[in-house]
C-alpha cells in the first residue's frame, strides 16, 4: 500500500480558515466564552497591577522620600509636572514625591538645585495631628532645639499645619521605639497595601480557576461534537473509501487529532491571548514606570526574539517529522495485525519485525529531536531572562543613586521582566499544540 501519509498535509503554521472552522463549534456555547473571556481579563489585570502594589508599598510606607521645592519657584514651568502631583505645602516649603522630582530632566534638575529652589533630601514627611505632646521626648527637645530659617534646605526635626518633617537620616537614627509611634501612618498604609494584594491575589486566582474551568469545559463539549460529527460522517462512507484508508490513519483522526482539538480550546486559544496580553502590558508598564530604564531593558529583548523564533522554527520541523513517524507507526501496526494471519501465511514474521524496528526507531529519533529543541531552548530563555534582571539591577542601581528612580520602581522592574519572560516559554511550548491542531 502506498505511503498514505507522505501525502498529508502538514506544513501550515496557521490558518485562519482552520480557526474559523473549528470555532464554529463553540458557536452554542458563547455564554462559557465570555465567561472564559472575562475571567482572562480579570486575571491578566490582576498579575500587573500586583507589581505596582508592592511598588507603592515600598515607596509610600517602607522607603518614604520626599523632596523640598521653594514656594517661590511654583510658577517655573520646569516644575510644573512635579507639583501637580502629590504635594504638601508647609510654610515656605512645598514637599513633593522624590519619585516625582526623578521625572525632572537632569540639567533642569541640577539647575533648580544650583538656584536654591529645589533641595532633593531626602525628607521624611507624615501626617502627624495629634499635637507636639504625642510626639516622643527625643523628638520634641529636637524640634525644640532646631530653629527653623525657613529655606529650602531643612536641617533638622519640624512640625506645622498637620504635618512632621525632618531629614530621613534622622528617622534612620531614631530608636525603634520612637520610630514606631512616628511612623504609624506608614505602618497603616503597609497594612492597607498587604489586604489590597491579598484581595487581588484572590481575584486572580478566582479568575484563574474561572477561566481554566470554562475553557476545558467547552473543549470537551466541542470535542464531543467533533467526535459524533466524525464519527457520522466516517460510517456514511462507502465501503470503498474505506477498504482505501489505513486503519491506523481513521483511529488516529477519530481519537488523538480530536484531542488535539481539545488541547487547542483548553491550552492555546486561552493562553495565547493571555501571554501576549502580559507582555504587551509589561511593557506598557515598564515605561510608564521609568522610559530610560524600560529602554535598557528593551535594549536586550533582540537576541531573546531571535532565540524564540529559532525554536519555534526548529520545535516546527520536529513536530512534522515525529507527526509523519507516529503516523506510520500506527498505520504500519493497525495494517498487520488486521493481517496476521496473512503475515503467518508467507513466513514475514522476521521481515516484518526488522520493518517496525526501523520505523519505531525513526519514531524515537523525532520524538528525541523535539524534545532536543526545548532542552536547549528553556535554559536559554533563563539565562537570558537572568541576563535582562542583571543589567535592570545594574542600571537601575545607578539611576536610583543619582534620584532618577525610586527603590520601589527597581524592585517593579526586576519583577515585571520576570513576568514578561514567563510567557514566551508558554507560547514556544504551546506553538506544537497550535500546529497539530492546524
Known sequence: MAEYFETDDIVKDYDKNIVARIFRYVRPYKALFVLASLALVLSTAGELILPIIVQRTVDDALVVSWAVVDKRALGDSRLQHAVAGHNVALGSRYFVRASTVAALSVPDRDALVAEGLLDQGPYYLTRWTQGASALPGRIRADMAAYTDEGRVHLAGPVLADGWFASPKAYVLALAPAEARVLRVLDRAAAQRNAILFLVLLSVVLIATFAQTWSSSLIGQK??????????????????????????????????????????????????????FSIMIGVLAVLLALSPTLALVTIASLPPVLFVTYLSRTKARDAFRRQRTWLSKVNAYIAEHIAGVSVVKLFGRHDACSREFAKRNGQLLKANLGEMYVYAVFRPLIEFFSSTSTALVLYYGAGLHDKGLISLGTLIAFVNLVRMFYSPLQDISEK????????
Do not use: H, W
Open 222 to 275: 466541542v470535542m464531543k461534537d467533533l467526535r459524533m460529527d466524525l464519527f457520522r460522517k466516517t460510517v456514511g462512507q462507502s465501503l470503498a473509501f474505506l477498504s482505501r484508508q489505513p486503519v491506523g490513519r481513521l483511529v488516529t483522526r477519530l481519537t488523538s487529532d480530536v484531542e488535539t482539538i481539545n488541547e487547542f480550546f483548553t491550552s492555546v486559544v486561552v493562553s495565547f491571548v493571555k501571554d
Open 431 to 438: 506553538y506544537t499544540i497550535l500546529q497539530s491542531a492546524m
